[in-house]
């Protein structure tokens, strides 16, 4: 089995602030993947950044990195120097036993 | 990169009809396609993988009597809401998966079905 949360259901951020959206996960899966995803209202689902659980150093890609504790079992995304158009949904999600589970979610609002 | 398409992105049927939603993958092969549903202001939820060639493997609670899915070829999946209700009205999103390091799966733009 495995479990997936996010405890933030929403959060306001000021424009050019850096924001941390929290992840943490459970799984017994020894090898797995943990993936964030942007959706804007439009719908789409907008991959992100990944993290394997094997990989030694944190990802970064762009203005996105995962701060990822093996050890804690958490893999937060950081923002930096948010922009308006950041403004979406955001799901952390893992990929173990073949399948793909999204967190709830957490709804970010960029402010001007 | 890797493009998946969906249609139609929207639909509205009566209830009782059934609606069939595919899900193309347009420059790549997959072998695996996953079909998910988000409620709104929900995750969302793995309805079932689907493999070419093969029966479709649906999640707990998930009726595969109602939620028909056809992997047909390798570019091409289809999920029908058979005598669709309107609690089955929901944002549908299909991804592909394209195997590697990592696995990684390509989302579709999803397919809004509203059942009046």
């Known amino acids: 089995a495995q479990k997936i949360t996010q405890t933030q259901p929403g959060m306001f951020v000021q424009e050019k602030e850096a924001v941390t959206l929290d992840c943490t996960y459970d799984?017994?899966?020894?090898?797995?993947?943990l993936f964030w995803y942007k959706q804007p209202s439009s719908g789409e689902m907008i991959f992100l950044i990944y993290?394997?659980?094997?990989?030694?150093q944190n990802a970064t890609e762009g203005r996105y990195s995962l701060n990822f504790q093996k050890a804690r079992k958490s893999a937060n995304l950081v923002i930096s120097a948010s922009q308006l158009g950041d403004s979406a949904m955001y799901f952390c999600?893992?990929?173990?036993?073949?399948?793909?589970?999204f967190g709830a979610g957490t709804q970010v609002v960029v402010t001007p | 990169g890797a493009v998946v398409s969906q249609h139609p992105s929207w639909v509205i049927c009566k209830s009782g009809t059934s609606v069939k939603i595919e899900c193309r993958s347009l420059?790549?092969?997959?072998?695996?396609m996953f079909w998910y549903r988000q409620f709104p202001k929900q995750s969302l939820m793995l309805m079932a993988t689907?493999?070419?060639?093969?029966?479709?493997?649906?999640e707990q609670g998930v009726e595969k009597d109602k939620f028909l899915i056809n992997h047909a070829s390798l570019t091409l999946s289809t999920l029908t809401v058979t005598s669709a209700h309107p609690e089955d009205s929901s944002f549908y999103i299909c991804?592909?998966?394209?195997?590697?390091?990592?696995?990684?799966?390509?989302f579709g733009p999803g397919t809004r079905l509203t059942v009046l």
């Open positions: 991804s592909a998966r394209v195997a590697g390091v990592p696995d990684t799966q390509y």
């Open positions: 799984t017994s899966d020894p090898s797995y993947g």
């Open positions: 993290q394997g659980s094997y990989d030694q």
């Open positions: 999600a893992m990929y173990g036993w073949g399948k793909l589970q």
């Open positions: 420059d790549f092969q997959a072998t695996t």
């Open positions: 689907s493999n070419e060639g093969s029966k479709a493997t649906y």
